[in-house]
């Protein structure tokens, strides 16, 4: 739909919980509990700011990011899917912990069709500094608006658009927490000072995995690499059943020689192992020839997610691995 008809738009709005539902007083003791309504009784911006939008209000849940699991992300985007026909655009209010794992979830398994929009809010509901209110303006405006068509799950935060698969919760209180540390925002809003939705680029990757709604998640494990690890936590996710194992390795891609051996195990098993960084930014690479360095986990068959981060990782390969995509195939996914 172009910009300039945003403001009749059909955009459907599903409150999952988080900050931006919580009610900071005695009774509730910062928890989200707030519904859909009452959030948006808070909010008379949105009908001013884009008179005429068609708001559908759904209440999916009010949980708090860190209870929100990978079976419920896939249960979230059946619901979304059912909506898809009759609207314009999906606003998905969810908690900053885990937001960035739910949005690329849904960018993959969700599609292009029209754009998803995650948003949320870092103070609660009932504060003075509450920035929920202008972060659910600024994202309708976003799934309304014809700029960000074709870009698949979006989260829009402090003013800024990013791409689900490339942005990061990067402070732990700060109201702009939401990055994308190696390529930027994909755009700005802020309507509340009449500033529209503003497109600057293209997501650097994007692609769709399809599985079914019923579908089993698979058991994949994340582990993130420190100095003198040895491979105790390896050995440990292969004996309860890992279908694979995804390494915040060091730097491009190297991790300490006590982990060669369980990464070997894991590979003689068949176990897929993905390599990402502990970096916040750049790719990873087989690049170094050391012991526990790149090129040695690529001679093992280990696989190299450049630009993407362990949560992340682990989602994709969670997803490729229940669509029943393996081997060669299965590489294929993770090229540059
Ligand atoms: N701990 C909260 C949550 O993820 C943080 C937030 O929503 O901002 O539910």
Request: aromatic fraction near 6%; charge should be negative; proline fraction near 6%.
């Amino acid at each position: 739909m172009p910009s300039e008809n945003a403001g009749s738009a059909r955009v459907a709005t599903v409150f999952t919980g988080g900050t931006i539902a919580v009610s900071a007083n005695k009774v509730a003791k910062n928890v989200p509990v707030l519904s859909g309504r009452e959030i948006l009784e808070r909010v008379p911006e949105i009908a001013q700011y884009l008179p005429g939008l068609k708001l559908q209000v759904h209440d999916f849940a009010t949980l708090p990011g860190p209870h929100i699991s990978p079976e419920m992300m896939l249960t979230l985007a059946s619901f979304v899917r059912a909506l898809l026909e009759h609207s314009d655009g999906i606003v998905i209010t969810h908690g900053t912990d885990s937001m960035e794992e739910c949005a690329y979830f849904l960018d993959l398994v969700i599609g292009d069709r029209i754009p998803v929009v995650f948003t949320g809010s870092m103070h609660p509901a009932t504060d003075a500094a509450w920035d929920g209110g202008q972060n659910l303006v600024d994202a309708c405006a976003v799934a309304a608006s014809g700029a960000f068509q074709k870009m698949g799950t979006l989260v829009v935060m402090a003013g800024q658009v990013h791409a689900a698969s490339e942005v990061t919760k990067s402070h732990t209180m700060k109201d702009d927490t939401f990055r994308s540390p190696d390529f930027g925002p994909l755009g700005t809003v802020n309507t509340l000072k009449l500033d529209a939705p503003k497109r600057i680029r293209e997501p650097h990757r994007r692609m769709n995995l399809s599985i079914g709604e019923d579908a089993d998640l698979p058991y994949v494990e994340l582990i993130k690499t420190y100095s003198g690890m040895d491979d105790m936590l390896f050995v440990a996710a292969l004996k309860a059943g890992a279908s694979g194992i995804v390494i915040e390795a060091m730097g491009q891609g190297n991790v300490p020689p006590g982990v060669v051996n369980g990464i070997s195990r894991a590979r003689e098993m068949n176990v897929p192992v993905v390599i990402t960084t502990r970096c916040l930014a750049g790719p990873v690479r087989p690049y170094y020839a050391y012991e526990g360095a790149g090129r040695e986990l690529e001679k093992l068959g280990c696989i190299f997610a450049p630009y993407l981060s362990g949560p992340k990782a682990r989602i994709k390969l969670m997803l490729a691995t229940a669509a029943g995509i393996e081997g060669e195939a299965l590489r294929a996914l993770w090229e540059a």
